[in-house]
Each structure stands twice: as structure tokens, then as C-alpha cells.
């Protein structure tokens, strides 16, 4: 009896964690994003990670992007992730829209997470204006919000 009532409580707080995880909607396609961030006048997080190799990029996502504080700030911006994995299939259009951001942002570690404001040119051409970067921040959820709300509400 107790190994049933042990299996069926780490069943619900499983289930409680990836309740809590599909709550937040990343994005893949950064087209579709700056669409979004347009629509609703949104600043737009880009993650780059290697999902299935980068021990600090596992590290951010337990310890903030997993979080009720996070999936509660991650309503003011549309969320990207640029993912580089190693050993999981990825699809070509993906793997080339990730390759042209990295190197535009020039990113050479991971996890590395940048904010930007898409802005609509006169030739309709839309530019990424940088507005900081980040990665792992030490000590959890609340100090990492810290540094992104200091990035995201900066002033342009």
C-alpha cells in the first residue's frame, strides 16, 4: 500500500512540473515570434542552448525557465529558443535560422540569452535592436529576473 501511495504522489508532482512547464510558449520559428511581438507590442528573448549537451543551459531551465516566477514574467516578451543540440534530429530550415542569429549575435557560449525590440524599417525590413544579453545568473529564479527585467526595461 505505501509503495501505492508513494508511485501515485511522484505520478501528480510529475505532472504538477510538466503542467507548469507547457505553460510557457516557446517559440522555434523567429519569424512567427517577431509576428507575435509586433501583434501585441512585445520585446522578444532569445535563448541559445545545446538542449541535449550544455550542462549550464539544463542548469538555467530547472532553476528559472521551469519556475512559477518565470512562467509568470514570461508574459512580457515572446520567448525564441535557438537550440544546438548534438544528438537530437534537427530540421534543416531550424538548424540554418539558428546558425544566421548566432552568428549575427555572435554568440560563442551557451546558455546565452539575448533581448532584443524588432522594429519594422521603411522598406519593411524588420531589424532586431539589441537591447542586452545574459546567461546563467547564480542564484536562482529571482536573480536572474533581476538582470533580464534590468535588460528589458531599459530605455532605447
Avoid at 519569424?31 to 538542449?51: W, Y
Wanted: with cysteine; proline share 3%.
Amino acid at each position: 500500500m505505501k509503495k501505492v501511495i508513494l508511485t501515485l504522489l511522484i505520478a501528480i508532482l510529475f505532472a504538477c512540473n510538466l503542467d507548469a512547464q507547457q505553460r510557457v510558449k516557446w517559440h522555434t520559428d523567429v519569424n512567427q515570434a517577431l509576428e507575435i511581438a509586433f501583434k501585441e507590442d512585445k520585446k522578444v528573448m532569445l535563448f541559445f542552448t545545446g538542449s541535449d549537451w550544455c550542462g549550464w543551459c539544463k542548469r538555467l531551465q530547472k532553476e528559472v525557465f521551469h519556475t512559477d516566477d518565470f512562467e509568470k514574467w514570461s508574459s512580457k516578451v515572446v520567448l525564441v529558443e535557438l537550440d544546438f543540440p548534438k544528438r537530437t534530429p534537427q530540421d534543416q530550415n531550424t538548424r540554418n535560422q539558428n546558425l544566421y542569429l548566432q552568428s549575427i549575435f555572435k554568440v560563442r557560449g551557451y546558455p546565452s540569452v539575448h533581448f532584443v525590440k524588432p522594429e519594422k524599417k521603411p522598406d519593411g525590413k524588420t531589424n532586431l535592436q539589441s537591447l542586452g544579453s545574459t546567461g546563467y545568473v547564480n542564484g536562482g529564479a529571482s536573480a536572474w529576473l533581476n538582470v533580464a527585467n534590468s535588460i528589458v526595461n531599459r530605455s532605447i
